[in-house]
């Protein structure tokens, strides 16, 4: 693996992506030298990456304010990139907007791509929009993955999906369990004695999220306030729906924060919200981060009734699995929580190890590994990056 490098192309606000700073900083630890691609971030990205990861951005503006025009200028420039690399060995491809061309060149110059299945793309709203919207991703989407070496998923669903379509691709299952168990809460939460129980919302303010009926159901619920950190096309609506309820003192929209500052922010909380309807397939089937994010706080979790989410709380008990439709299954929701709280949250702390960023590096490197075809390194000698680039 000497002089070899991993390049990572990822068309996300790395500002908040914790995912793809403890991806990078594992291939730095593991002898893989990474050189993250990516977009210019609307969060500042601050210090989440380490100093041996080299991040370079190859546009001036996010992808979350002009898409096709940043998905045209950043898949030509990281094609260009990657055809006259001289040291690139493996691509790991995070999400599917950069997956094809990366997969053409890498097949071309014989650079072995790995594609990182957050979702199913050509299922999510932004794609779903026409038919021939989706009709374009799924062909984006297929013939990417039919050039790869493998591709890593977060969900066992998602898991089973891929390998039904790809049967002869090696898949593996990676949590998007970001935190550390060494970092984790370690002792079981009680509620406050006050009359006031703090929930928490984190991520993107979309279509299905189940917030606007969480707000409702809070009108008929005093001692609950919620705050919620992120953005997204719901915003709007959703500051109308809490002027609407006279829910401004107890509902509070902070939008996006630093990826560094949540775990603080989520600490302070007592029961973390994810509300998510099965509105299309790669909803009803994936695993958000989140919910991770609150069990490493010890926060039992209300989630919404999806395919995943059932089967994840049969194997790990740290929350309630409620339909989002209405305002009274919410409330219902909430009460159970509040009643078997201190065991919920104990499970919490307890399950987190096994779902823990440690575990999932023990996967997800050998994986890497076996699929670029390359060996362990006999010493981790880590590359010096250079400074942070824009082109």
Known sequence: MKNSYTWVPALVDVGTDNRCRRIAAALANNGFHP???????????????????????LTRRSH????????????????????????CRLCLVVDCPPLLPAALVGALRGIRVVYDARELFPQTPQASRSAWRQLFWTLWETLGIALCKGVITVSPHFHSHFSQRFPRKPVVTIYNATFSSRTAHTV?????????????????LRRGSGLETAIRALKHCPRFSLDIYGDGAERRSLEQVVQETGLTDRVT?????????????????????????PLTSSFDLTLSNKIFEYMHAGLPVLLGNTTAHRAFIQNHPVGIVVDADTTDTVREGLERIITDYRVLSHAAVR???????????????????????LAPPQSLTRHKPESTQCL
């Open 35 to 57: 050189v993250l691609f990516c977009d210019w971030p609307v969060t500042h990205a601050g210090d989440n990456f380490p100093r041996t990861v080299q991040v370079t951005y």
């Open 64 to 87: 979350c304010h002009a898409f096709i025009r940043v998905f045209l200028v950043f898949n030509l420039r990281f094609a260009l990139k990657l055809l006259f690399s001289r040291h």
């Open 188 to 204: 079981s939460r009680t509620l406050p004695p006050a009359n006031r129980i703090h929930l928490i919302y984190q991520g993107e």
């Open 253 to 277: 929209l902070h939008g996006t924060v630093p990826a560094g500052m949540l775990p603080q922010k989520t600490a302070r909380a007592h029961i973390g919200l994810h509300l998510l309807s």
């Open 351 to 373: 399950h987190f190890p096994l779902v823990s960023w440690e575990s999932q590096e023990e996967r997800l490197i050998p994986f890497l590994q076996n699929t670029a075809g």
